[in-house]
């Protein structure tokens, strides 16, 4: 299976970077399946990956630890960003997240210039302070992650997800997409729903954080820019998110695709521009849907006949 | 207090072209009701459409900003054929346009990246030096200087500015832009072309966000393919705080937000100035949506 893969130009990092794109699309999954356009999941990464690297590169903790560690601070940061937040709703939501990415990433380079000047002004004295590493980030970072883990915590997602449908806190998401003040008037309660999901979504992209710091081994806040937040949206969008499989294939092959075909990195953005203007303009839907499948091989075989 | 009127200065016409950049963003908000996040990247490309005709065809800088209009005005009405017409036949939700418009932007800048490293082998170029004034204007009284380039960017800006005002409030097609933007149906019902009216707003947005890439560029020189980035957010800040759509809010918003900039970079250095501005989009998103001057959206819906 590996050597199969690796003709392809797939080697076990890309695999292993393909299954972390995987569950980056799980955890915008869970804010797009209920409606909510949320950009924020890069920064959740962001957190996720320099706390893991913090506690495996400072106090020498096991993957584990850093796991549970990276994915609850996530999570546990998002729950007074959503609860404000997400009372906007799309445009306004989305570029309300897109504002929170930004202070994250300017936080994390400007983190150590800032403790440095307070310890100066406290001592009086020039200190150097380095923690977060400013622009160039956490460097040499231990490799943990392997591919096992990465397959097994896409199998416990999924499992969990596959759960959540069909619990009634799965079908009240569900709800809130089709249509909020009806969701309301059932007796649904909406905001809580949308910040128990938001914070689902941030604990997933906290785990997918920690997986990725400790596969690429050195981590820059540029990482987890703008870029990273529609490489995520595109993951969700190619494969669609009328059910938890698309975001899996989107982010398996958005990240596998341009491997296989080598393209040089220049062209990456100019594929992954044309891959979310195409889907959305022709197949809404996403990929992976059914429905739209059927239809459009009737109409093929409609215009043959 | 001498660097802070030379502070002032420099955030005047910094503001200008962040207005120039916002009032694009307002005019197919205020028309569409679309954020149209692809802007950012025809800003980037004002400036690259300006860096060819004066480097590599030496072009003066009047030419320079008519290639750069029409060109980046040309740009925006294909965005619209393609990333926002279809969607808005199919009646797709304001979501759906806002990632075609994230496709249409990463599309954008990594082709004009390509461009960069075709033309200059570098994703860096500069402004030829030699062709813009730089003379410096002193002013002795205050102590302020300004180079020659900085005062014309700010009177080409202003000039703009109420030109595009008279445009939308005393000429026809102004007239009609304002009934679609009103209520689109009843707008085609009264016999007004709503598509020629969307292809013309996003033409003139997309013009104003080429000028202001050329802007950018004549006033800082150095320029690359991301640095529709550095405005984008910024941009957002500005009709947010001016409210969202309204086309003085803009103006106001760019001017507010560069003012901002400007005084954080003096009090707490330059790392922090985009820093404030965010946390200030922040809070007036959750506090103040409808920006200083707007209307709750509820009554405009």
Redesign the interface.
Same mark, same amino acid.
């Given at each position: 299976m590996l050597e199969w893969l690796s003709s392809l130009g797939i080697t076990e990092v890309v695999l292993q970077l393909m299954l972390i794109s995987a569950i980056m699309g799980l955890s915008i999954y869970f804010t797009l399946y209920t409606g909510m356009?949320s950009l924020a999941n890069a920064a959740f990464m962001a957190i996720g990956a320099y706390v893991g690297a913090l506690l495996s590169t400072q106090l020498d903790q096991p993957l584990g630890v850093c796991l549970i560690a990276g994915a609850l601070i996530a999570g546990l940061i998002a729950i007074p960003i959503g609860w /404000?937040?997400l009372?906007?709703r799309?445009?306004?939501l989305? *570029?309300?997240t897109?504002?929170?990415g930004? *202070?994250v990433r *300017?936080?994390l380079?400007?983190f150590d210039?800032v403790i440095a000047e307070i310890l100066r002004n406290q001592t009086g004295e020039r200190v150097r302070y380095e923690l977060l590493g400013g622009a160039r980030g956490i460097r040499t970072i231990p490799t943990y992650t392997e591919t096992w883990h990465l397959i097994l915590f896409v199998l416990i997602l999924t499992f969990l997800i596959t759960r959540l449908h069909r619990s009634r806190f799965g079908r009240a998401m569900a709800a809130i997409r089709q249509d909020e003040k009806a969701a309301a008037n059932l007796g649904i309660n909406v905001v809580y729903v949308k910040n128990v999901v938001f914070v689902i979504g941030a604990v997933i992209a906290g785990a997918g954080g920690v997986f990725f710091a400790h596969l690429i081994r050195n981590i820059t806040p540029s990482m987890f820019g703008?870029?990273r937040a529609?490489d995520i949206?595109?993951y969700a969008?190619l494969g669609g998110v009328t059910s938890w499989i698309g975001p899996i294939v989107g982010g398996l092959t958005l990240t596998g695709i341009p491997e296989i075909l080598r393209f040089s990195q220049?062209?990456?953005?100019?594929f *992954?521009? &044309?891959? &979310? &203007? &195409?889907i959305?303009?022709?197949f /809404?839907g996403g990929l992976i849907n059914p429905t739209a499948w059927r239809a459009f091989w009737q109409r093929v075989r409609r215009t043959h006949a | 207090m001498d660097t802070f009127l030379q502070q002032a200065t420099n955030a005047i016409s910094l503001g200008a072209i962040y207005a120039l950049f916002a009032l694009g963003y307002a005019l197919v908000f205020s028309i569409l009701g679309?954020?149209n996040l692809a802007h950012s990247a025809i800003f980037a490309w004002g400036a690259l459409i300006g860096l060819i005709v004066m480097l590599n065809l030496g072009g003066s800088i009047p030419i320079a900003l008519i290639a750069a209009i029409v060109t980046c005005g040309l740009i925006s009405m294909a965005l619209e054929v393609?990333?926002f017409r279809?969607?808005r036949q199919?009646n797709?939700?304001?979501?759906?346009q806002?990632?075609?418009s994230?496709?249409?932007?990463?599309?954008?800048?990594?082709?004009a990246?390509?461009v960069y490293?075709r033309l200059y082998n570098n994703s860096e170029a500069a402004f030829p030096r030699a062709m813009i004034p730089a003379d410096l204007i002193v002013i002795e009284a205050l102590n302020i200087r300004v180079t020659l380039m900085r005062v014309i960017v700010l009177l080409i800006a202003l000039a703009l500015m109420v030109v595009l005002q008279l445009l939308v409030t005393r000429s026809r097609i102004g007239q009609q832009m304002r009934a679609v933007s009103f209520n689109q149906r009843i707008a085609a019902l009264l016999g007004i072309n709503v598509g020629r009216i969307y292809l013309f707003t996003f033409f003139l947005a997309g013009g104003l966000a080429g000028v202001a890439g050329l802007f950018y560029g004549l006033v800082f020189i150095q320029v690359d393919p991301f640095i529709g980035?550095d405005v984008?957010?910024i941009g957002?800040?500005a009709i947010?705080l001016g409210g969202m759509g309204s086309i003085q809010g803009a103006v106001v918003g760019g001017f507010l937000v560069a003012t901002i900039q400007t005084i954080s970079t003096v009090l707490g250095g330059s790392?922090?100035r985009?820093?404030v501005v965010?946390?200030l989009?922040?809070l007036f998103?959750?506090f103040r949506?409808q920006g200083l001057f707007g209307q709750p959206e509820s009554s405009r819906a």
């Open positions: 356009f /404000p937040v009372r906007l799309d445009i306004y989305a *570029i309300a897109i504002g929170f930004e *202070i *300017i936080f380079i400007n210039n703008f870029d529609v949206l595109a969008v220049d062209y990456r953005g100019v *992954i521009g &044309l891959v &979310l &203007l &195409l959305i303009v022709y /809404p | 679309v954020l393609f990333a279809p969607l199919r797709a939700a304001r979501i759906s806002l990632i075609s994230i496709g249409a932007a990463i599309f954008l800048v990594s082709l990246q390509i490293i980035d984008a957010l957002l800040t947010v790392d922090y985009n820093a965010f946390l989009l922040f998103l959750l949506p």
